[in-house]
């Protein structure tokens, strides 16, 4: 049983990142660690992994990175200063 790989398209952005290397952009901030990018040129999605090694963005891991975010946003909130009026009574 064969299977076939995707074929790969030619692209001149393809062929630029390639020589260049790619032109990351931040598309989404996960924390204040982690972040999303996407190439401007050829629109290659890429992520920061825990170890700090960037690495392509699968769907696996945009689930990670979704669910890691919700909880960040939830520990921050919950992270709140306390007001002024709280802190003198």
């Not at 995707?6 to 598309?27: A, E, M, N, Q």
């Amino acid at each position: 049983m064969r299977t076939e790989s995707p074929k790969r398209t030619f692209t001149f952005s393809g062929i630029l990142c390639s020589t260049l290397g790619h032109d990351y952009v931040v598309t989404r901030k996960i924390t204040n660690h982690i972040n999303e990018y996407r190439c401007a040129n050829c629109g290659k999605e890429v992520t920061d992994n825990l170890s700090g090694r960037v690495v392509s963005l699968t769907f696996q891991t945009k689930e990670l990175n979704t669910s890691l975010a919700n909880f960040f946003q939830k520990k921050m909130r919950r992270k709140l200063p306390l007001t002024y009026e709280k802190a003198n009574l």
